[in-house]
């Protein structure tokens, strides 16, 4: 028997101790180091009966280095090659986080029964039957993927060794666990470990593995901050329980941008993808309602269309109240100054509450523009056109600021019919639309005194 040796492990940042202190020299949390068994034996890690897969790499002249062999692997769903990059680099190692019940285990269900390589999903959570049945509600037709329950690598690996998938599927990395390591399931070493090993795999096979990693209650991916780090590509699966939709954005990759977007919708019959959310982001209705205004802003390289709701009221109590969702709230607290100092509305004594509809949380400037129309339309109780939108930036003076882009925010305008958008006089425009009209404004003022 080997002698036991441990190791003290921030819980929070995964920093190494050789003994315990109760602050974290790293990341400064109090409380968070404990002691973790790690009993090394001599490791092997995994290892490949055929020894002619292992490739010595060699030093390469950048111009000799092959690139054609990195062709992607086509995942048979747009959302998730956009999100991606356009598909899975071979090698790769991609760590999907998220909420408990958000839908991980089904998006990458569904992507391994429709992609047409074959896929090895290794669950370590649910029993092959609980997969199957989650199968037949995805309602998939496949014959290449293949579920292995298992929680030890070593076995896991053994299994690999004896299918040879082209894509490894890891459900979740949380629920692994590595002989060469003593420490239970899911504690720093443990995953740490774990995905040492699965990288190493990754890396010398060009088979890319996909993690599921459970996230914290405030929203990190439970296990070390290093794991992030780790990995090539880390993406988020988002989004409000009560809400139908559902988000996939990356947080980080090393393949492609990670400003790109992927929108799903949960349905009884797995996640559907929403290939033009602009339509479903703004409700259909017949008649005009005050307080709604339309702006086009852009997630990543696509132009998303999406309605703000204000609500205007005399305040009830003393300290009027200002709440947004979707929307940062210094901001809106930035707008009604704004609008209180430059166009001479009396909003101080007033409740102003805005909601971005369905549940996305915006960060393009470009919604300033939506969101000021919003609160004047909502305060003069009047119904703005509904074929209006909008798409500008505002300044403290009061100034309707340029945005990047902006022709193809005024084309996706025009393809969803609307028939005016309000962008900045500033801003350069080479395209002559012919159906949309396009309302040029400089100042807050102008854009009250064409809408009230
Ligand atoms: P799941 O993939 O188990 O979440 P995670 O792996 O992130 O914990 O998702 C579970 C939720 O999705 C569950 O509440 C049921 C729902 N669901 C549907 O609405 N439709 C479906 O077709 C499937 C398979 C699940
Ligand atoms: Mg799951």
Same mark, same amino acid.
């Given at each position: 028997?080997?002698?036991?040796?441990?190791?003290?492990?921030?819980?929070?940042?995964?920093?190494?101790?050789?003994?315990?202190?109760?602050?974290?020299?790293?990341?400064?949390?109090?409380?968070?180091?404990?002691?973790?068994?790690?009993?090394?034996?001599?490791?092997?890690?995994?290892?490949?009966?055929?020894?002619?897969?292992?490739?010595?790499?060699? %030093?390469?002249?950048?111009?000799?280095?092959?690139?054609?062999?990195?062709?992607?692997?086509?995942?048979?769903?747009?959302?998730?090659?956009?999100?991606?990059?356009?598909?899975?680099?071979?090698?790769?190692?991609?760590?999907?986080?998220?909420?408990?019940?958000?839908?991980?285990?089904?998006?990458?269900?569904?992507?391994?029964?429709?992609?047409?390589?074959?896929?090895?999903?290794?669950?370590?959570?649910?029993?092959?039957?609980?997969?199957?049945?989650?199968? *037949?509600?995805?309602?998939?037709?496949?014959?290449?993927?293949?579920?292995?329950?298992?929680?030890?690598?070593?076995?896991?690996?053994?299994?690999?060794?004896?299918?040879?998938?082209?894509?490894?599927?890891?459900?979740?990395?949380?629920?692994?666990? $590595?002989?060469?390591?003593? $420490?239970?399931?899911?504690?720093?070493?443990?995953?740490?470990?774990?995905?040492?090993?699965?990288?190493?795999?990754?890396?010398?096979?060009?088979?890319?593995?996909?993690?599921?990693?459970?996230?914290?209650?405030?929203?990190?991916?439970?296990? %070390?901050?290093?794991?992030?780090?780790?990995?090539?590509?880390?993406?988020?699966?988002?989004?409000?329980?009560?809400?139908?939709?559902?988000?996939?954005?990356?947080?980080?990759?090393?393949?492609?941008?990670?400003?790109?977007?992927?929108?799903?919708?949960?349905?009884?019959?797995?996640?559907?993808?929403?290939?033009?959310?602009? *339509?479903?982001?703004?409700?259909?209705?017949?008649? *005009?309602?005050?307080?709604?205004?339309?702006?086009?802003?852009?997630?990543?390289?696509?132009?998303?269309?999406?309605?703000?709701?204000?609500?205007? $009221?005399?305040?009830?109590?003393?300290? %009027?109240?200002?709440?947004?969702?979707?929307?940062?709230?210094?901001?809106?607290?930035?707008?009604?100054?704004?609008?209180?100092?430059?166009?001479?509305?009396?909003?101080?004594?007033?409740?102003?509450?805005?909601?971005?509809?369905?549940?996305?949380?915006?960060?393009?400037?470009?919604?300033?523009?939506?969101?000021?129309?919003?609160?004047?339309?909502?305060?003069?109780?009047?119904?703005?056109?509904?074929?209006?939108?909008?798409?500008?930036?505002?300044?403290?003076?009061?100034?309707?600021?340029?945005?990047?882009?902006?022709?193809?925010?005024?084309?996706?305008?025009?393809?969803?019919?609307?028939?005016?958008?309000?962008?900045?006089?500033?801003?350069?425009?080479?395209?002559?639309?012919?159906?949309?009209?396009?309302?040029?404004?400089?100042?807050?003022?102008?854009?009250? $005194?064409?809408?009230?």
């Amino acid at each position: 028997m080997a002698k036991v040796k441990t190791t003290f492990f921030c819980q929070n940042c995964g920093s190494q101790y050789s003994k315990w202190q109760g602050q974290c020299t790293a990341c400064k949390e109090w409380n968070t180091i404990v002691e973790e068994v790690i009993q090394k034996e001599e490791k092997t890690d995994w290892k490949l009966s055929s020894s002619s897969t292992k490739r010595v790499s060699k %030093p390469l002249r950048i111009q000799d280095i092959d690139t054609s062999k990195e062709a992607r692997l086509d995942t048979f769903d747009s959302e998730f090659n956009r999100v991606l990059g356009g598909g899975i680099v071979p090698g790769s190692l991609i760590l999907l986080g998220g909420e408990p019940g958000i839908g991980k285990s089904t998006l990458l269900l569904q992507v391994a029964l429709k992609m047409i390589y074959k896929t090895l999903y290794v669950s370590g959570e649910e029993s092959q039957k609980q997969i199957k049945m989650r199968a *037949e509600r995805i309602h998939s037709e496949s014959t290449n993927c293949y579920i292995l329950t298992e929680t030890k690598t070593q076995n896991i690996f053994k299994q690999i060794e004896a299918l040879e998938p082209d894509i490894v599927i890891i459900d979740s990395i949380q629920t692994l666990h $590595s002989d060469y390591i003593e $420490s239970s399931s899911g504690s720093i070493s443990q995953i740490k470990e774990c995905t040492t090993e699965l990288i190493k795999f990754a890396k010398e096979t060009a088979t890319p593995v996909i993690l599921i990693g459970h996230i914290t209650k405030d929203g990190n991916i439970a296990g %070390p901050k290093i794991l992030e780090h780790m990995v090539d590509t880390v993406l988020q699966f988002e989004g409000d329980r009560n809400h139908v939709f559902r988000i996939l954005r990356a947080n980080k990759n090393r393949f492609g941008s990670t400003n790109e977007l992927g929108i799903y919708e949960m349905q009884g019959s797995g996640l559907r993808e929403v290939s033009n959310p602009s *339509e479903i982001l703004i409700s259909k209705k017949d008649e *005009e309602l005050s307080g709604n205004a339309v702006a086009a802003t852009l997630e990543g390289m696509r132009p998303l269309m999406i309605e703000v709701q204000a609500l205007v $009221s005399t305040a009830v109590y003393g300290t %009027p109240q200002r709440s947004a969702t979707g929307f940062n709230a210094k901001r809106l607290n930035m707008l009604l100054a704004v609008l209180e100092k430059r166009a001479g509305f009396r909003l101080g004594a007033k409740d102003v509450f805005l909601n971005i509809t369905g549940g996305i949380n915006v960060d393009d400037p470009a919604i300033d523009l939506a969101v000021v129309a919003s609160i004047l339309s909502s305060n003069e109780d009047m119904a703005l056109p509904k074929d209006y939108c909008f798409a500008a930036e505002v300044g403290l003076s009061g100034e309707i600021r340029p945005v990047q882009r902006v022709e193809q925010r005024i084309l996706e305008a025009e393809k969803l019919g609307f028939s005016t958008i309000f962008v900045s006089k500033y801003n350069k425009i080479s395209l002559k639309p012919t159906v949309i009209k396009i309302q040029l404004v400089s100042k807050i003022e102008d854009l009250v $005194s064409i809408l009230v």
